[in-house]
């Protein structure tokens, strides 16, 4: 017999800046990097234009870590039995958590989403969005509340 999937969720950082804005930006930031430095260098001072240069690549080189820190991912699933965790790091690394939905308890910590298990505990990143955290406590609690789980006494019916 086949699990029932109550709630099932994919948290995400959200990023404000998509990648044509980020094009943009740093046009436009290079551009007023350009109208300084160019007539320093014209009067000789020619070291200006070098950390006007390191200015841009800086910024170029934050936002490309932003952007690698946004692949970080975290699935929730509720089924009779369990919820899984799953979460995915930017560079791929998978790390899983199973805490059995009969004994789940969860809550909404300031920084951070926290369910426990009978003991065993896991939790939704820092990183993640806290409206989007908030809403998904709110959810899998009331999914815990309300979905027939089906499950009496330790074992399902």
Known sequence: MAETVHFSTLLRPHRSLPPDGFKWLIRGV?????????????????????FCGLDVALLWWLFDR?????????????????????????????????????WLKVDLGERRLVVSSRGNRGWTSSKINS???????????????????????????
């Not at 551009?31 to 070291?47: H, I, K, T």
């Not at 709110?138 to 074992?155: D, H, N, Q, R």
């Open 131 to 157: 409206k989007i955290r908030r809403s998904s406590a709110v959810v899998t609690s009331a999914e815990l509340m309300l979905a027939p789980t089906m499950i009496k006494y330790g074992t399902s019916a």
């Open 30 to 50: 290079l551009l007023a990097n350009l109208l300084v430095a160019l007539p320093m260098y014209l009067l000789g001072a020619w070291p200006i234009a070098g």
């Open 66 to 102: 932003n952007y690698f820190d946004a692949k970080r991912s975290e699935t929730l699933t509720l089924t009779d039995r369990e919820l899984v965790v799953v979460r995915i790091a930017p560079d791929g690394e998978r790390e899983e958590h199973r805490l059995a939905a009969y």
